[in-house]
């Protein structure tokens, strides 16, 4: 089997990549490495360098290869940038993944795997958050999903592409040897940004401390990037074993709150830093976790690495090591 990862050079998608090989599963990697890291690509895997809103980049790659099924996992993630610039969002998101469909039907390809969001949900009416429940997003990004999402039910119809939808919670966590993490060109998640302040000594700010959680700061489901990557996995399995096209959540079902991944991080970095209260944040749920009783009953999916003490420890080896990251910015 020969499997196309697009974003494959990036934080979740070179993770992939690298459970894929241990499937002895074929990967071609498409990257433009705007975000994504050439570092973090195995060795010996074909990285085709360019991006997918390219049609001749696309025809090229499809017509040197012969691939079985493609996992899309090249988008822009930032929620805040996407309401500043919602363009951007649209374009990226939602048309270039238009075109890589397009691209899939004219090579006859017709298993796709799709990097969606928990941001397709909003604001949660009910936690755990069932996949039934009402997608109403609140910022571009999370409605850059849903668009894709809704075009992926009609390729089905009109085309035969069948497609697994994976609505993430929050991915975090490095591989378990320290070697490969999170190194984002703009940070905005909470594990790094508390391993930055603590590696730098300065103040971190939590936002929010008044919401009605048990400690006054948000709630939040938390999966490790190898956990998730299973869940690529077993749906790649049932795409190739003929599953219909649908969507599944993926998180743990259990939340964490803001100050306990801070307490988190304290306790695992062993240093001690500032931190501070600061306003909330608009559009910030007060809770939000996932409910995954269907993807681990109709995939036989379950989490084995997405305790709170190994994803905060195995990120900490990460940005232990690699306080520059990848060094390639």
């Known amino acids: 089997m020969q499997v196309l990862v697009t974003?494959?050079?990036g934080y979740i998608g070179s993770q992939m990549v690298r459970q894929l090989l241990e499937k002895k599963i074929e990967v071609v990697i498409a990257d433009s490495l705007e975000m994504g890291h050439r570092a973090?690509?195995?060795?010996?895997?074909?990285?085709?360098?360019?991006?997918?809103?390219?049609?001749?980049?696309?025809?090229?790659?499809f017509m040197?290869?012969?691939?079985?099924?493609?996992?899309h996992f090249a988008g822009y993630i930032e929620m805040k940038e996407s309401v500043e610039n919602p363009a951007k969002y649209f374009r990226n998101n939602s048309a270039f993944t238009n075109g890589l469909l397009d691209a899939m039907v004219r090579a006859n390809v017709r298993q796709f795997v799709f990097s969606s969001s928990a941001g397709v949900y909003g604001?949660?009416?009910?936690?755990?958050?069932?996949?039934t429940h009402p997608t109403v997003p609140t910022n571009p990004y999370g409605e850059s999903?849903?668009?894709?999402?809704?075009?992926?039910?009609?390729y089905d119809t009109s085309h035969g592409v069948r497609s697994i939808a994976l609505r993430y919670f929050n991915a975090a966590g490095a591989t378990l040897d320290g070697n490969?993490?999170?190194?984002?060109?703009?940070?905005?998640?909470?594990?790094?940004?508390a391993f930055?302040?603590?590696?730098?000594?300065?103040?971190?700010?939590?936002?929010?401390?008044?919401?009605?959680?048990?400690?006054?700061?948000?709630?939040?489901?938390?999966?490790?990037?190898?956990?998730?990557?299973?869940?690529?996995?077993?749906?790649?399995?049932?795409?190739?074993?003929?599953h219909p096209t649908t969507a599944y959540n993926v998180g743990i079902g259990l939340g964490y709150s803001n100050k306990e991944i801070v307490e988190a991080v304290r306790k695992v970095s062993g240093i001690e830093f500032e931190v501070r209260i600061g306003p909330r944040r608009p559009g910030d749920a007060s809770e939000s976790v996932a409910d995954t009783a269907r993807l681990r009953a109709e995939l036989g999916w379950a989490p084995r690495v997405s305790d709170l003490e190994t994803i905060v420890?195995?990120?900490?080896?990460w940005h232990r090591g690699h306080p520059e990251g990848y060094g390639d910015r």
């Open 7 to 9: 974003g494959g050079a």
């Open 40 to 61: 973090a690509v195995p060795n010996g895997v074909p990285l085709c360098e360019g991006n997918i809103g390219d049609e001749k980049f696309l025809r090229d790659l």
């Open 64 to 71: 040197r290869y012969a691939f079985d099924a493609v996992m």
């Open 123 to 131: 604001d949660p009416t009910q936690v755990p958050i069932l996949e």
């Open 145 to 154: 999903k849903l668009i894709i999402e809704k075009m992926l039910r009609w």
């Open 180 to 193: 490969f993490g999170e190194d984002h060109p703009t940070e905005s998640h909470i594990i790094p940004l």
């Open 196 to 242: 930055r302040a603590a590696q730098q000594k300065k103040p971190f700010t939590i936002f929010g401390g008044d919401y009605p959680t048990r400690d006054g700061s948000c709630i939040r489901d938390y999966v490790h990037i190898i956990d998730l990557c299973d869940a690529h996995l077993c749906v790649l399995d049932a795409l190739m074993n003929g």
């Open 313 to 317: 420890t195995s990120a900490w080896q």
